[in-house]
């Protein structure tokens, strides 16, 4: 039984080719133009993925309006916002809503399956018991790669995909130093080096949310970044 | 020169004030005199009409002259006593040499007395008696007293006492004469006093010059004197302080009336010899009276007289005998049955004048002192605050320049209502519309880059899917083709946005402490491999420079001018990288040896979407530069309270970019506590 991906987007022909380039990759893809359509569409049938344009026809902030009141009806249903929005405060409002990950318009759709993908596969495994091969240990840090879950001392730390992949890549090989092609290489996307700090930056915050005295992720200028062993 | 001195220059005009000024009291003073002459005339006329009607009857001209003499005269032909008169000698010589003969007449108590003077220098001396005196050198003296005429032969053998005889048998007047004769080399004198037993009417002196013989006619004239009854009667008629004399038509004094006296003085004035300095220097009028009518002389020959002799009144001003006095003078004619028979010559002496004016003058030269002062003060003052508001205005300007046209607060002098306010409500509305433009062509990169997203992700999603359909091997090539350049376009539109990304990255840049000198370490390392054939030079300071400012935002700005630095610099060339502390900054400086800058360049680099860069530069493939790198640079530069500065290097070596970085400012604990 294919899954059921929506997508709410205003401009058509993106629309359009998101919709068949999903559809060729298996899923069921359903695709609305407003926040009206899709909301009315999900109150008959949820959708187990979806894809929000952050501005929607004469909605300048109706994509950020559908999260929340989706994300108020389920909790663990994946969002991905995914719009030509990309300044920090977007992104940053995006992810407060509820998103699982936040993508420029310039992702490539390989990159969007990409995701999707990890998606499901994180869903699946929250469905079955942790396997125990696939978790690394660093210190107070714990990885669950399956379910893309990440904790510090037993705390979980709520990570999108991309910033997950990150850490990951990190954590994979402490100490070295993971320069920002690396980093946007394993993490699926194509950014330039701002947004790139703008992610370390928001990780860094996220792990201090959890513990203040985090200081684990080290930045070496010009080179990169690097988990402390 | 500032306008406060161009001011006070004009302030300088002011001193037309006291020019007009003394035009004015000049010009008054000409009206006073004018008055004055016009009442003296009047009185003059009015007296010379009093006096003709009693006292005009002496002898018409021409006339033999008797002065009054004061002391008695001793006859010895030297002439001693006469030495006062002497310049009133009437020349009695013959028609070809009148001067050859000048006769003095005078008359005391004693009797009426002679002096003649004759230019002889070749002399043919005989008695009187001699026979040949007619022949000889010798003097005619005719005297008439009533119907009686006698003539007396003058001559002298030798110097000394003579007498002279009368030719002809008469009753009345005397049979001799005697005298006394001297000579010198040039001539001759005579003396001689006639008894005055009788009361002469006329006379004549005649002279004859043996080496010149000619007729030794003594031609005869009436006598005229000094008279008493006249000058009586014309003192009864004169005004105080003013003296009236009258003049036979031959300038002869025949009476003499009243005193010059001056009524100020003795009253004390304001002018001293300074003021009498001030009034003959400033205001008297060329006083161009005759000198000759000052005194007490015989004969006024004056122009004024003569003036007045030729039946026309004059008047004329001379200066006084006390010094600062002027002395006002009217001469008119005195007629008798419709003939210029003399003169009346009226005077008044005045110091009122001059005083009234010197006051005026002094009043107007402290009034003009005082308001060239408060002219020149209120002028310097107008003059300091209106270059004091140009260069507010000026300052405001420059810094709004400096600053895209950007002010920090209003325009000064926006609310003023004069022709300054004007200017500086226009200079805001043009800063305002080049503010306006400057934030325009700032955020137009990257709202355009918003614009383009969208088609650009049409094109790249349709070129994704068009990856999945069947195509024919030739057209995969064109696909791949549109993917490229849909690449290319995508790393422009990421390019243009970049720069409102990093704005908004500093507008919420948070500052930490850390170490500027190991940060620039690690990016010089990082850059290591990026040189390639370019030598990367560092130069750090030995110690640790601590530093408060956004590492990461330092670090891309490095990025920003080691890129610019390596794209400059030749293959094979070099960059030099290095890091000072200088006072309480620190200062980056990136050079290579690129070519040099354009000199107008050199200011704008830093702007956004500025670039030197020609399009040949760019090597196939490349992304276009856009010019953000700089202005990005220049944006970090000022969060952390510096600025960016690009210059050439001497001797044409290359181009250094200089970052100075001052910090940014600590927040207070309260603050950043909020914050987080």
């Not at chain 2, 009226?346 to 001059?354: G, K």
């Not at chain 2, 300052?395 to 200017?423: C, F, H, I, K, Q």
Request: glycine content about 8%; aromatic content about 6%.
């Amino acid at each position: 039984m294919p899954r059921h991906i929506a997508i709410v987007e205003d401009e058509p022909l993106i629309r359009a080719n998101y919709v068949e380039a999903l559809a060729r990759l298996g899923y069921e893809v359903r695709g609305y133009a407003s926040r009206a359509e899709a909301e009315s569409a999900f109150a008959q049938k949820a959708p187990e993925l979806v894809i929000i344009d952050v501005g929607l026809g004469d909605e300048p902030d109706g994509g950020f309006e559908l999260c929340r009141s989706l994300r108020a009806k389920s909790a663990t249903l994946p969002i991905i916002f995914l719009t030509a929005r990309d300044s920090d405060f977007d992104v940053i409002s995006g992810l407060r809503l509820g998103a699982d990950d936040y993508l420029a318009k310039d992702v490539s759709l390989h990159q969007l399956a990409a995701r999707i993908s990890a998606l499901f596969r994180r869903m699946e495994a929250l469905r079955k018991p942790v396997a125990a091969d696939n978790v690394i240990a660093h210190g107070p840090l714990k990885i669950e790669a399956e379910r893309m879950r990440v904790t510090w001392n037993g705390a979980d730390v709520p990570l999108t995909v991309t910033e997950f992949w990150m850490v990951h890549t990190l954590v994979r090989f402490p100490g070295h130093v993971k320069n920002r092609d690396q980093l946007m290489r394993d993490a699926q996307v194509v950014v330039d080096d701002a947004t790139i700090t703008s992610h370390i930056k928001r990780i860094r915050k996220k792990f201090i949310a959890v513990d203040p005295a985090f200081d684990a992720i080290d930045t070496v200028h010009g080179a990169g970044y690097r988990w402390k062993p | 020169m500032s306008l406060r001195f161009k001011l006070l220059l004009v302030a300088l005009s002011t001193l037309a004030l006291p020019w007009a000024g003394w035009q004015f009291v000049r010009q008054t003073e000409a009206l006073l005199r004018q008055g004055q002459e016009q009442a003296l005339l009047a009185s003059a006329g009015t007296l010379a009409k009093a006096f003709a009607a009693q006292h005009v009857q002496w002898p018409a001209a021409p006339v033999l002259y008797v002065h009054r003499l004061a002391q008695r005269v001793a006859v010895d032909g030297y002439g001693d006593d006469w030495s006062e008169l002497k310049p009133y000698a009437q020349a009695l010589g013959p028609a070809q040499d009148r001067q050859k003969l000048r006769v003095l007449l005078g008359a005391n108590a004693d009797g009426l007395y002679l002096l003649a003077d004759v230019r002889d220098a070749t002399r043919t001396r005989v008695d009187a008696r001699d026979p040949r005196a007619a022949r000889s050198d010798h003097l005619v003296l005719a005297l008439e007293a009533g119907a009686e005429t006698r003539r007396y032969l003058i001559a002298s053998g030798a110097p000394g006492p003579f007498e002279a005889h009368a030719d002809a048998a008469g009753a009345a007047l005397p049979e001799r004469l005697a005298g006394a004769w001297q000579e010198d080399g040039s001539g001759y004198r005579v003396e001689l006093r006639i008894p005055d037993t009788v009361r002469i009417d006329r006379a004549g002196v005649g002279v004859f010059d043996a080496s010149e013989p000619a007729d030794d006619t003594a031609e005869l004239r009436a006598l005229l004197a000094y008279d008493d009854t006249a000058a009586k009667s014309l003192a009864a008629l004169v005004p105080d302080h003013a003296r009236a004399r009258v003049v036979d038509s031959d300038a002869w004094l025949i009476a003499s009336g009243g005193r010059l006296e001056n009524p100020g003085a003795g009253v004390p004035g304001a002018d001293g010899t300074s003021g009498r300095l001030v009034y003959a220097t400033l205001i008297a009028p060329v006083l161009t009276g005759s000198a000759t009518l000052a005194g007490d002389a015989p004969r006024l020959d004056a122009a004024e007289v003569w003036q007045a002799l030729s039946g026309v009144a004059s008047t004329s001003w001379r200066a006084g005998e006390a010094g600062g006095d002027v002395v006002l003078t009217a001469a008119v004619p005195l007629s008798a049955a419709g003939e210029v028979r003399g003169a009346l010559v009226l005077e008044e002496e005045n110091r009122a004048l001059p005083m009234l004016a010197n006051r005026a003058l002094f009043g107007l030269a402290g009034a003009t002192l005082a308001a060239l002062l408060i002219a020149g003060l209120v002028l310097l003052a107008f003059g300091a605050s209106l270059s004091f508001r140009i260069r507010r205005l000026r300052n405001a300007a420059e810094r709004a320049v400096r600053t895209s046209g950007r002010l920090s607060g209003p325009m000064p002098l926006a609310d003023d209502e004069d022709e300054l306010g004007d200017l500086a409500r226009s200079f805001g509305k043009l800063f305002d519309e080049v503010g306006a433009y400057t934030d325009y062509l700032r955020t137009l990169a990257s709202k355009l880059s918003h614009e383009l997203n969208t088609p650009l992700a049409i094109v790249k999603s349709s070129l994704d899917n068009l990856d999945h359909q069947a195509l024919p091997a030739d057209a995969r090539a064109y696909a791949a083709r549109a993917r490229d350049g849909a690449e290319r376009l995508g790393k422009i539109v990421r390019a243009m946005s970049e720069a409102g990304r990093i704005e908004r990255a500093i507008a919420a840049a948070e500052a930490e402490d850390f170490d500027l000198a190991a940060l620039v370490a690690g990016c010089a390392a990082g850059y290591k491999p990026l040189a390639g054939t370019r030598e990367l030079r560092v130069r750090l300071p030995p110690a640790p420079l601590p530093f408060h400012g956004a590492p990461e935002l330092i670090a891309q700005a490095l990025d920003k001018l080691f890129d610019n630095a390596r794209s400059f610099a030749p293959e094979g060339g070099w960059i030099e990288l290095s890091l000072d502390a200088a006072d309480s900054a620190a200062l980056i400086r990136v050079a290579n040896s690129g070519p040099a800058l354009p000199a107008a360049m050199q200011e704008r680099l830093f702007d956004s979407l500025v670039s030197v860069r020609d399009a040949g530069m760019r090597s196939a493939g490349e992304t276009p530069h856009l010019g953000l790198g700089l202005y990005v640079v220049r944006l970090v530069a000022e969060l952390h309270r510096g600025r960016a500065s690009a210059r050439n290097l001497d001797d044409d070596r290359g181009v250094e970019f200089a970052l100075r970085l001052a910090g940014m400012p600590r927040r207070r604990l309260s603050e950043s506590a909020s914050d987080a």
